[in-house]
């Protein structure tokens, strides 16, 4: 299943989010940001149901008063083994979720809606067209993370190695057989904006899903490969068909769909690492050598050569007395 387009929203709160809570940007510059339309926020708690905030600036200028020092965002699978604690809250299965930062305490803003105790069937309550709502609603409800959850999300937040993770995605995907016919993206070299800029507001289109004043130009490349590989792949399982116009076999849409799966998984798992460590992603810088002879310490290595040195000239030295001796004996 492609993911839920809520991640580019994730994203943006937690990188600008970021910028006002440690730079002090002004939320007046960002607010109304292309990615936020057609969407209305709600910030709630988990356990009473409360609302605490009816907009992303009244959470983020309240996160700031409690000494919020950091947001980061991680895959849900961190979760999946964790009961939720509402059954009024139902937890929508996104592949992410928001995490906030106050010294050693993780608290968790998980997106969900409640559940209307009068309504007993499965599908969703569908008013009239004249009676609903055209903005999309997201709550994230707040939820303190248990000592277990915590730890995994502090070892989520270490450096990565970027080359690694290029040269492994380059292998598991852009060189697979289902993406021979993937082209690369004609904007690549540009911000990652993730909306269509023709459509968005003309005095914001310069806004990009992550602040621009940091140089991550990588990041922004991984996310427009990722987002256009991801779209190609969805493409061909619609219309499974080859250059040749022939319907692919069923076996060859099974694996399609199997790659398709693979493709979504690390898209979210790359989103999260893009979120907590765009500014480090640096896939033109090159890797420094590795100087072996750190691994050589001289001491240990001269200590045997004195060692041999020794041993040799007693050899000498007993051979000498040998020869002497023989000499003598048969009067030479």
Not at 16 to 43: C, K, M, R
Not at 164 to 187: D, G, S, V
Request: aromatic residues 12%; charged residues 20%.
């Amino acid at each position: 299943m492609a993911l839920d387009q809520i991640w580019k929203v994730q994203l943006t709160l937690v990188s600008y989010g970021n910028e006002f809570l440690q730079q002090n940007l002004p939320i007046s510059t960002w607010v109304d940001h292309p990615i936020f339309a057609q969407h209305h926020f709600e910030f709630r708690d988990l356990q009473s149901q409360h609302l605490l905030a009816q907009h992303f600036q009244v959470w983020l200028e309240g996160l700031k008063r409690q000494g919020i020092d950091r947001l980061s965002l991680h895959n849900a699978h961190l979760l999946q083994d964790h009961q939720n604690p509402n059954a009024n809250i139902e937890l929508l299965p996104y592949a992410h979720f928001i995490v906030s930062h106050e010294g050693k305490n993780k608290t968790a803003w998980i997106c969900g809606h409640e559940l209307a105790e009068w309504y007993q069937h499965d599908n969703p309550f569908q008013a009239p067209i004249s009676q609903q709502i055209s903005l999309r609603q997201d709550v994230f409800w707040r939820y303190q993370l248990p000592d277990s959850i915590a730890k995994k999300v502090t070892q989520e937040l270490k450096n990565n190695d970027w080359h690694e993770i290029k040269k492994f995605i380059n292998q598991e995907l852009f060189n697979h057989k289902c993406a021979e016919n993937f082209l690369e993206p004609e904007q690549v070299e540009l911000p990652f904006y993730g909306y269509e800029l023709e459509q968005s507001h003309l005095d914001h289109a310069d806004l990009a899903i992550i602040p621009t004043t940091y140089q991550a130009d990588s990041a922004h490349q991984l996310m427009y490969r990722m987002s256009a590989l991801t779209d190609f792949i969805e493409n061909q399982r619609r219309h499974p068909y080859n250059t040749d116009g022939e319907m692919l076999s069923p076996e060859q849409q099974i694996v399609l769909r199997n790659f398709g799966q693979k493709t979504d998984d690390l898209f979210a798992k790359l989103i999260s690492k893009i979120a907590n460590h765009y500014k480090d992603i640096d896939f033109e810088m090159p890797m420094e050598p590795y100087d072996r002879t750190m691994d050589v310490a001289k001491t240990p290595t001269e200590a045997p050569q004195h060692k041999m040195n020794h041993i040799s000239v007693m050899k000498l030295v007993f051979i000498t007395i040998i020869i002497c001796g023989l000499a003598y004996y048969f009067g030479l």
